[in-house]
């Protein structure tokens, strides 16, 4: 009797077993369900249990190895590393250095710079930097900060290849009065555009405008210019065309020409918060410029070639920019940056905040397009929407048609380094002999 029932049991096991299939154990519930309860006691003693103990004896899956760790975003460099440092004239740059120590002096120490990393430890605090300020502003007019750099900073080599572009205030035929050729409206910052409390991908606030008590984003380029925010802004001025407009908002500044031959500055003064799109991208992904022909210059030429096409695709860039009129002040001198200092040629910078903190000087060397070397001690001293990442930096190369031809062709590879602050404590002689 024994033996019929252990026969009866196998093949009773196997017949199951085979219901399994490749699907494993999933498929046992039903046929299981038919039978009694007893039977179901004792196949599971004799057939399941050993079967379920021999699968838990399979050797773990190997866990995949660790991701490596990210590449340092600075590594400490010394002074001897920095190609071409001792040929830069560096008391072009001390009256740039003393209206910026200037200030930082005004702000609270705590103020946040930005920066990340070794970036933000160092010198990611507006009062981080006052010492070194202290010893600039004690400099007379003329004398070379070379000793001053080199006592009181450190270099940190960014690893990353460098990309440098330029930037430069348009010089623009305009009116602050609506007239004649002038037909094209500069307008103010809207009073219905707030700030969120969330950030966005580039750590900058969300922008939009509230609608029903809720945050929405703001209106596009296209609907801005169809009027979608008139009842919000007004005019500040007015120039001749949408191109002109498209290209002084790039650049975030421009220096209006009057009719009766003054100038007026119109400074940044916000942004619609959407999406910033190169329309040279575009250009280049349609074929219609050569990938190594985009510059402002060619851009521009592709616009005033297809007047019936260049309102679409200025739309395709959604980022709407706000300007104010900037009161008066030395012609000599460029706008004002993000730091609030007004911009200085060829010595003021624009970085990623996220990464570089303002107020750095960063060390530069890179070529200019016709390949002559271009190495030069720069302060960051602005921001742009544009300009992503650690190692993209963005030289202001001044104001009207001459630097316009500069920045406008300027997007060449190169290297970057970043001073900071040393350590507090540390003396000129230790300091010097360190990396």
């Not at 995949?64 to 440092?85: C, K, M, R, T, V």
């Not at 930097?129 to 009181?152: I, K, V």
């Not at 609030?340 to 996220?354: P, Y």
Request: proline content about 10%.
């Amino acid at each position: 009797m024994r033996k019929k029932k252990q026969f009866f049991l196998k093949k009773r096991t196997k017949k199951l077993l085979s219901v399994a299939g490749s699907n494993g154990l999933a498929n046992l519930a039903r046929p299981l369900a038919a039978l009694s309860k007893s039977f179901l006691v004792l196949f599971f003693k004799k057939e399941l249990l050993p079967f379920l103990l021999l699968a838990s004896c399979a050797p773990p899956a190997a866990a995949p190895p660790p991701a490596p760790p990210p590449p340092p975003l600075f590594q400490p460099a010394s002074f001897n590393e920095l190609p071409g440092w001792n040929d830069d004239r560096l008391a072009d740059l001390l009256p740039a250095l003393r209206l910026q120590c200037t200030r930082l002096a005004l702000l609270p120490a705590d103020t946040s710079l930005g920066g990340e990393g070794l970036a933000a430890a160092y010198g990611g605090l507006a009062g981080q930097w006052s010492d070194a300020c202290t010893a600039a502003m004690l400099l007379a007019p003329g004398d070379d900060p070379r000793l001053l750099f080199q006592s009181r900073f450190q270099p940190y080599r960014v690893p990353a290849q460098a990309l440098i572009t330029g930037y430069f205030e348009p010089l623009i035929p305009g009116s602050l009065q609506r007239f004649g050729a002038y037909q094209t409206p500069v307008l103010a910052r809207p009073s219905d555009l707030r700030e969120g409390t969330a950030r966005d991908a580039e750590g900058r606030p969300v922008l939009g405008r509230l609608v029903n008590g809720s945050l929405v984003p703001y209106y596009t380029r296209a609907e801005i210019e169809a009027g979608a925010a008139d009842t919000a802004t007004r005019p500040i001025a007015w120039v001749r065309s949408l191109v002109d407009l498209f290209f002084a908002q790039i650049q975030g500044a421009m220096l209006l020409q009057l009719p009766d031959g003054g100038t007026a500055r119109l400074a940044f003064d916000g942004r619609n918060g959407r999406p910033y799109t190169p329309i040279g991208r575009i250009l280049k992904d349609q074929g219609a410029i050569a990938g190594g022909e985009i510059t402002m210059q060619s851009i521009r030429a592709w616009l005033d070639a297809h007047p019936a096409s260049a309102k679409t695709l200025m739309d395709r860039n959604e980022s709407y920019v706000f300007f104010r009129l900037a009161p008066d002040s030395d012609p000599s001198l460029g706008p004002p940056g993000a730091l609030g200092v007004a911009l200085t040629e060829g010595r003021s910078a624009a970085v990623d905040k996220r990464y570089l903190p303002l107020a750095a000087p960063l060390f530069i060397a890179t070529t200019i397009p016709d390949g002559r070397p271009w190495r030069h001690l720069v302060l960051a001293q602005d921001l742009g929407s544009g300009i992503q990442g650690v190692a993209h930096v963005d030289v202001f190369f001044g104001a009207g048609a001459p630097a316009a031809a500069w920045a406008g062709a300027m997007h060449q590879p190169g290297q970057v380094w970043l001073l900071l602050p040393r350590p507090a404590g540390r003396s000129r002689v230790s300091a010097m002999s360190q990396p």
